[in-house]
């Protein structure tokens, strides 16, 4: 009767463990294995001899300013979705009383549209002829042309997209808070500003990080919302990724710079460090 | 204090307008009687009409709802056997738990590429359904282990140990203890892999095959040359409309019920499952 806890906890693991061995593990290890083959292997499962001729490629100065580029977008998400995300998700919490759960799924209800039609809708409301454009105009702030293909468009677009896996770890975490450590740190004599940053910060910050984690990641693989909403030189690493499997043919390169998103997401992941796990 | 509130609530006012802008213009736009998205020029429903009379549209619709259905029940179901998994500690939990974040912080294009190259280098999976089926399973899993994982670690376990001790066997414990106590959130990790299979057009763009396309990936195929169409601005439309309806109805039900609570205690508890 008494099996060991591990048996138990192992075997209802044992599912997901076999799928993500199969459609995850599987996969990234065969790119990992293509980013060391020479190009154009074909269809051959065989590795033609392994060079490193790829991640040279990958590694170029030439890619550098793309590499940047994309940093920058993710990075502005991120900080966007930061500051949008939290007011929200601390009134959700705190002060939206029985109508917390429906405030939580009305964040998710736009998504219910196609994620290419937000894309879209928001290409309508910043060109030339939008409704932004226009609204400025009114008080003599638009521009020309609109704020279409600008990397503000970019980031705008990426923040609506990633939002809302910002909001819910952060909502989890402010639930979570006891609120009395704040009415504490007021009668210790901390100001608004100190308690802010001394109490309330640390005491969300597994859900700042898990959130921050949850939009970086995509926004930094992303290339459709870029593609769609960028200017003339809009490549992100995740559109270079996706030329090479699917206009110019060099899987290996594709593999490479693979492998080189994954190291940055794991050396993210590693420096997350403890804290953010238990919302993660 | 109150002003402060009243500042939070203001913010929280301007984020769900950033929220709903687009959303609102692609309810307005989809009565244009134009294929411009920016201006309306006039009101029509011919979009509606296209949109039920086009064949493809509505094929890629069935695959896209047929596969969001299948993967969210699969992921729910070996999702939340994982989450109980994880319930309490044991060697190896580290090792599942960096496991089960790993398809969170994947980058959906990687995702795409590496199942692209095993399904048709090594595996010999064709591409389509099932290709799909193993990618969109394998990424909204962890979504629906962090939900119900988080319901599970704060549930009360004096509840199952009184249910054995009462004569429960532990399939009944389970049955009417534990599974009403985690069903809120098994069904909100059930809707999160719905709308992430649903919505997936990155990694899902690598993997449809020929006559199986989802709908996202129809969609950016089709607005790589003439934009997005109105008929998809009228699909989303409707999609958004239905989704609200139901949050409405859920939030009168709320309401209606807590009214009719009586005794503290019931609405106490309806409070708590919340």
């Known amino acids: 009767m008494a099996r060991p806890r591990w048996v138990v906890a192992t075997g209802l693991l044992a599912p997901t463990g076999v799928w993500l061995g199969l459609f995850l593990l599987a996969p990234l290890a065969l790119v990992a294995q293509f980013s060391f083959a020479t190009r154009d292997t074909g269809v051959a499962r065989a590795v033609l001899p392994w060079t490193v001729r790829a991640y040279v490629t990958a590694l170029d100065p030439a890619f550098l300013p793309i590499f940047g580029r994309t940093l920058a977008y993710a990075g502005a998400t991120t900080a966007l979705c930061l500051l949008l995300g939290f007011p929200l998700a601390w009134f959700i919490a705190r002060h939206s009383g029985r109508f917390r759960t429906a405030l939580l799924v009305a964040v998710l209800v736009p998504f219910w549209s196609s994620y290419l039609a937000r894309i879209y809708a928001w290409k309508a409301l910043l060109d030339g002829e939008g409704l932004v454009n226009r609204l400025l105009g009114a008080v003599g702030l638009d521009r020309d042309g609109g704020f279409l293909l600008t990397h503000g468009a970019v980031v705008v677009g990426l923040t609506y997209g990633f939002l809302p896996f910002m909001v819910l770890p952060l909502y989890v975490a402010c639930e979570r808070f006891d609120h009395r450590q704040v009415e504490a740190s007021y009668d210790l004599g901390h100001g608004r500003a100190s308690t802010f940053f001394r109490v309330v910060l640390p005491g969300v910050f597994p859900g700042v990080l898990a959130g921050s984690l949850l939009v970086l990641v995509p926004s930094a693989g992303d290339f459709v919302t870029p593609r769609l909403l960028g200017g003339v030189d809009q490549s992100t690493f995740g559109s270079v990724i996706d030329d090479q499997f699917r206009g110019g043919n060099n899987w290996p390169l594709g593999s490479a710079m693979a492998v080189l998103l994954l190291v940055l997401v794991v050396v993210v992941l590693v420096l997350r460090g403890k804290r953010g796990e238990d919302v993660l | ?274």
Request: glycine share 8%; charged share 15%; aromatic share 10%.
């Open chain 2, 1 to 274: 204090m109150n002003r402060r509130r009243w500042v939070l609530g203001a913010a929280a006012v301007l984020v769900f307008v950033f929220l709903y802008a687009p959303i609102v213009w692609l309810a307005v736009v989809s009565f244009n009687d134009s294929r411009s998205l920016s201006r309306v020029t006039g009101l029509s429903v011919r979009w509606y009409v296209e949109l039920f009379h086009d064949s493809r549209v509505l094929d890629a619709l069935g695959l896209s709802l047929r596969l969001a259905t299948t993967s969210a029940v699969i992921a729910t179901a070996i999702g939340t056997l994982a989450a109980f998994g994880l319930r309490r500690a044991f060697p190896g939990r580290g090792v599942w738990t960096i496991l089960l974040s790993l398809p969170l912080v994947v980058p959906e294009v990687v995702l795409g590429v590496a199942l692209l190259g095993f399904c048709v280098k090594l595996a010999g999976i064709p591409l389509g359904f099932g290709a799909l089926l193993a990618a969109h399973v394998a990424f909204s899993l962890s979504f629906v282990v962090v939900v119900v994982r988080a319901r599970v670690a704060g549930m009360d376990e004096r509840l199952e140990e009184a249910a054995a001790d009462l004569g429960a066997s532990p399939l009944v414990a389970f049955r009417t203890i534990t599974l009403p106590l985690v069903a809120p959130a098994v069904a909100a990790g059930a809707a999160f892999a719905f709308l992430l299979s649903f919505d997936d057009v990155v990694t899902s763009s690598y993997l449809t095959g020929v006559g199986s396309t989802t709908l996202p990936v129809f969609v950016y195929a089709q607005a790589g040359r003439r934009g997005v169409s109105p008929e998809i601005v009228a699909l989303s439309t409707l999609m958004v409309g239905v989704s609200a309806a139901l949050l409405v109805v859920g939030v009168l039900v709320v309401a209606w019920r807590a009214r009719r609570a009586s005794p503290a205690s019931t609405f106490v508890g309806h409070v708590r499952d919340q």
